[in-house]
Nanobody
Framework: VQLQAFGGGLVQAGGSLRLSCAGS????????TAWFRQAPGKEREFVAA????????YYADPVKGRFTISRDNAKNTVYLQMNSLKPEDTAVYYC???????????????????WGKGTLVTVSS
């Protein structure tokens, strides 16, 4: 499995960005794709996740109501629409994927075996 994340950049507070995570290498039946982020000096933290069916989505409390995760299975791509960005959203964002995860593992970074390279999001105040 290969994952490629892109779409990061510099944006002012209150602005928007859309990140994309394109997957390849095998079929993605029963997969979960997630976004994590890591700010300088901080641990990697869960942002959002979506199951392959697109019906089950999960969000971290700090991004609820501002970020939306979605997917296009025909393109094997997962998106993270980020609105009302804040300086504290500044981080390197990573997409991750794994298969047959149990509910309690979805928000845990070590549950994911496949990771894309990060894309930097910088929100200026």
């Amino acid at each position: 499995v290969q994952l490629q994340a892109f779409g990061g950049g510099l944006v002012q507070a209150g602005g928007s960005l859309r990140l994309s995570c394109a997957g390849s290498g095998r079929t993605f039946t029963n997969s979960v794709t997630a976004w994590f982020r890591q700010a300088p000096g901080k641990e990697r933290e869960f942002v959002a996740a979506i199951k392959r069916n697109g019906l089950n989505t999960y969000y971290a409390d700090p991004v609820k109501g501002r970020f939306t995760i979605s997917r296009d299975n025909a393109k094997n791509t997962v998106y993270l629409q980020m609105n009302s960005l804040k300086p504290e959203d500044t981080a390197v964002y990573y997409c991750a994927l794994d298969f047959n995860l149990i509910q309690s593992s979805i928000r845990t970074s070590r549950a994911y075996d496949y990771w894309g390279k990060g894309t930097l999001v910088t929100v200026s105040s």
